[in-house]
């Protein structure tokens, strides 16, 4: 399992940690959104937005855009 250790050192010198393992992007994700907050970032949400295969004609989303390609071809 990796390890991860963030560090951050501010103008008045005060430092904020965090450490943590992780497997999965997710997680990794919400533990660095953590820090950066608690290291004074202020923001609504940090994610990971996850591609697909625009091969895979079983994936709805897929189908979609394929459907809405369709259309607009079709105009």
């Known amino acids: 399992m990796p390890s991860f250790y963030l560090?951050?050192?501010d103008d008045e010198g005060v430092t904020t940690t965090k450490s943590f393992n992780g497997n999965y992007i997710d997680d990794v994700v919400?533990?660095?959104?953590?820090?950066?907050?608690?290291?004074?970032?202020?923001f609504n949400d940090?994610?990971?937005i996850k591609s697909y295969d625009r091969t895979d004609?079983?994936?709805?989303r897929?189908?979609?855009?394929?459907?809405?390609l369709a259309g607009e071809e079709s105009n």
């Open 7 to 9: 560090q951050s050192i």
């Open 30 to 42: 919400d533990h660095v959104q953590d820090f950066l907050k608690g290291s004074g970032f202020c």
């Open 46 to 48: 940090l994610r990971v």
């Open 57 to 60: 004609y079983t994936n709805p």
């Open 62 to 68: 897929v189908i979609a855009e394929l459907e809405q």
